[in-house]
């Protein structure tokens, strides 16, 4: 029943805006990429404990040292804030070179996603993608696969629909764009209910005015 469960969320779609870029990469290159991509991730995770357990061991010095010597704690803490900001700014710096396009309409799963595009792909053909979701902007990196590519019909503007389904995509990964999914589905409830609240409680004033 557990897989049974796993692969329905895998079919959860939305409609929703995210900046997406990809490029053509060669269908033999697709496992070692992937496995690449699966090591660094877990190397990843692995630093994001040891900084984790850091920091925590940080907390409790630092809390000795503000009763016993203020001033050693102080100069910690700008220390710790200025290795903080340096994280951040080579962040900024590594997300600036990478130019993403402005957040488009996407149709998009935790098995792939369609989206609209100026030039046509052909089936079968293998994207690396790079897609960041709102407003987590979370960064996520998948292989794909075009598994349709048709001209956009009722449309003024030249163009293509193409889906891709994801064919290399990390655990942690996946579990962030279903994470995504659901918190969009659990807003557009909400939105809804109230919405509807809404329209319920106009309609009873209009008719308590007229009664």
Not at 15 to 34: F, G, M, P
Not at 72 to 80: D, K, P, R
Request: net charge negative; hydrophobic share 35%; aromatic share 8%.
């Amino acid at each position: 029943m557990i897989e049974d469960t796993e692969d329905r969320r895998q079919f959860y779609r939305i409609q929703d805006k995210i900046s997406l870029n990809y490029r053509v990469v060669q269908a033999t290159d697709i496992e070692r990429e992937i496995s690449k991509t699966n090591r660094r991730q877990r190397e990843l995770s692995e630093l994001r404990n040891a900084v984790h357990a850091i920091d925590a061991r940080f907390e409790v010095i630092n809390m000795k040292l503000s009763q016993d010597s203020p001033l050693i704690a102080e100069a910690l803490n700008l220390f710790h804030l200025k290795i903080a900001l340096h994280e951040r700014m080579l962040g900024i710096d590594d997300y600036d070179e990478q130019v993403f396009s402005e957040a488009k309409e996407v149709n998009i799963s935790a098995s792939g996603v369609a989206f609209k595009a100026q030039t046509p792909l052909n089936d079968g053909t293998y994207l690396k993608m790079e897609l960041i979701t709102y407003p987590e902007h979370q960064y996520i990196p998948v292989y794909a696969r075009v598994v349709l590519c048709k001209p956009l019909e009722n449309s003024n503007t030249a163009g293509y629909h193409i889906a891709v389904e994801f064919k290399g995509i990390s655990d942690a990964d996946e579990e962030r764009i279903i994470n995504h999914i659901f918190k969009k589905q659990a807003q557009e409830i909400k939105s809804g209910k109230q919405l509807q609240e809404t329209d319920q409680a106009d309609h009873a004033e209009e008719q308590y005015s007229v009664g």
